[in-house]
């Protein structure tokens, strides 16, 4: 990568990490939904001068139900789902588990949409789920209230971004980066109005929740979104992967700073492994067969 890209990637990892810690300070007081609508409904605004020029709405209008259902699929579905487990469970272990997101994305590949799992992804795979085994053994309570539900949200969540990625890589891989962002942003803000209207609490929202959800929207979600679609467009879509593994160290170290996050041993270990197995299952790490000599003639 050249150091524009590898300043973009660090910038984003940060603000990706950061958005654990804005949708935990706001959540209580807005509500899941709610605060996903905000989310949403300012990235579209400040996204659609993206759209102007007749050749961009065209394609808007033209794929509108594909962009509706990636909308629905990787914004709405998860963006709420972590929201939902941002009131119980710390932002840093959250986006640990937010982690596993090319597990479920090579899973589904492979289930639905027939791109080959090679056995080194099964590795990894079995490496990833230890390593959330090992961060969320303790905490895998499902009576009432119990944070065994809010771990399967961030899970939920995971799998939401997997079949999104999937179906945004066969569908609408064509498409300008600017079409994707701006449409399904929009798309999702059309999708949330009328449940996070009815879901807005009856309760004025403090000043600190409103700083956390505007910069939510503005810096997590559009300025993310750009820097995103331009280094997967600059560098490719290998190195805006690495994302991935930095976005959790991110938020742990945001979490702790700002937060008062506990950083213990169990975290630690199970990053190591959930964030190994990911590499392997992703093939960033990948394993050489040894060379079978030829037997001499």
């Known amino acids: 990568m050249s150091p524009a890209d590898t300043l973009r990637l660090l910038l984003l990892s940060s603000l990706w990490g950061l958005s654990f810690i804005f949708m935990r300070v706001a959540v209580p007081e807005f509500g899941p939904v709610p605060l996903v609508l ?34 629905f699929i990787n914004h709405v579905l998860p963006f709420s789902l972590l929201a939902l487990a941002t ?21 589904i590949g492979a289930l639905f949409f027939t ?6 992804q099964y ?41 999104a990625g999937n179906y945004s890589k066969t569908y609408l891989s064509h498409l300008p980066v600017r079409v994707l962002a701006a449409g399904s942003s929009a798309m999702s803000a059309l999708i949330l109005l009328v449940p996070g209207l009815l879901l807005w609490p009856s309760e004025p929202i403090g000043g600190l929740a409103w700083a956390n959800a505007l910069a939510l929207a503005v810096f997590s979600t559009t300025v993310a979104f750009l820097l995103y679609f331009g280094l997967l467009s600059s560098a490719g879509a290998t190195a805006a992967s690495t994302v991935t593994f930095l976005v959790p160290v991110s938020a742990l170290l945001w ?43």
Do not use: H
């Open 123 to 163: 590795l990894g795979l079995a490496l990833a789920l230890a390593g959330v085994y090992v961060l969320s053994a303790n905490r895998l309570d499902f009576a009432l209230g119990g944070d065994g539900w809010f771990i399967l949200a961030v899970l939920g969540a995971t799998f939401c971004y997997g079949i």
């Open 115 to 120: 791109t080959p799992v090679r056995r080194q």
């Open 38 to 71: 905000v989310r949403m409904g300012i990235g579209a605004l400040l996204l659609i001068p993206l759209l102007l020029g007749a050749r961009y709405l065209s394609l808007v209008w033209q794929y509108k139900r594909q962009l509706f259902m990636l909308g």
């Open 255 to 297: 979490g702790f700073l700002l937060l008062g996050e506990v950083l213990s041993m169990q975290i630690l270990i199970g990053m190591a492994i959930t964030l190994t197995g990911t590499a392997v299952a992703t093939r960033m790490v990948r394993f050489r067969r040894r060379a079978v000599p030829t037997p001499p003639p």
């Open 87 to 107: 009131t119980r469970l710390e932002a840093g272990f959250t986006s640990l588990i937010n982690a596993t997101t090319p597990i479920f994305t090579a899973l």
